[in-house]
Structure formats: C-alpha cells, structure tokens
C-alpha cells in the first residue's frame, strides 16, 4: 500500500478483483496484538473488516493489470498494517544507445583494440539490474490463516529487465520484469522489493503479475 494525505491505497492485480466488480467484497486486516490480547475485539470484528464497493482499474489501458482502492479509518495502533512510502519506488527507465556519427568514428578503434577494455567502477547510484535479489511478501494460498492473515515472503532475482514484451496467460503482451522465484502460483498483486546491492538500498519495483509454471513469475511495473 502506498500513503496519501488522507488515505491509503490498496493495491493488487485486476484479475485478482475482476470476479467482484459490481458487488463488494472484503478485507481482513490483523488486529494489533496487543488488541486482541486485552480481549477487546470482542464485539468489535468489523473493526477488521473493510468493505469494498469498487475497484479502480485502468480506463482504456486492458494491458494494465492493476486494481486500486483508497481506504480511510484505517488505525496503525489498532490494525497491524504497514504502508509503503513513494519514497522506495524504484522508478525503471530503459536505457537506450544513441549513436552520432562521431560516437561511431569514436567506437571503431575499441572495437579492433587488441588490450581488454577497463571495466567502470560501480555509481553509487540507486540501481536494478539482472541477479540483484527479489523478496516478495504475499499470502501461501494453502495456509492463508483461521483467525488471522498469515503472510509469507518468497525469495528470487531478477532475470530480466524489462524491454522485451512476454506472452501472458491472456495472450496480451507486456513489457514485464522476469523474477526467478522459489514459488508457486497464487501470489498475484503481491508488492515486488528488490535490493540494490550498490547503494544497499531496497526499492519497490512492481507486483506479480503471472506464474510461468515450472519457469518463473512474470511482474507488472
């Protein structure tokens, strides 16, 4: 979830909400501990319930797979939720080679060099790139919780970057991060981190979108 001002939004795959457009569905959240030990939730489950009437989905856009819906009233001291700042968005942009014809004239003598070219230093700037460590935080669909949501986090890295679009179970194509992850299917619209290992810095990068059985998990920027 991210914070505004007033509310928070939650966030999560369209084809995860899109069997309950047009009739309201709901949300657990966990109760503090400390909550439910003082035996004061007695009475008080709808605490811990938040109807949902609708979802927002992308209005024109049938490749953006992405639901979204504000809450309000939702209480850190009494709900045991965490948001997640704009600030650790990780924001991709494809990094494209422009050749002048000078730049050409330029890379001619490397390119017949016959010493091996110094590698660069790493920037001390925040970057993703291939291999860098993926964690994904979600539900295990087969042990989800009685009482309360029990969540699990899933471990991989990335393989690919975005650029290249990949064929998904609806037949659409997307330009999507490919996450090697020890998983199984189950976990879509569960938020994607990954870990800088330059600046030692974690970033949020997307949610799951798909699960390429056997393969991996492509996810939505």
Known sequence: M?????????????????????QPCVIRFN??????ASGRLVGSRDMEMQKIERWYIHPSDNNVDIAVVPLEGLSPRLLAHKTIPTSIFFPYEPKTLE?????????????YAVEQPRTPEPTKRPEITIGDETYTVGLY??????NDNVPVVRVGNVAMMPGEPIRCGDNMDRELYLIEMRSIAGLSGSPVFAFSPVTRTIFLIGMIHGHHTGVCGAMEQ
């Open 99 to 111: 050749y002048t014809p000078e730049k050409v004239e330029q890379a001619w003598p490397q390119a």
């Open 2 to 22: 991210c914070v505004a001002p007033d509310y928070s939004y939650l966030v999560t795959a369209q084809h995860v909400v899109q069997h309950f457009q047009g």
């Open 141 to 146: 669909s087969l042990v989800p919780g009685r």
């Open 31 to 36: 109760p503090q501990p400390y909550m439910r």
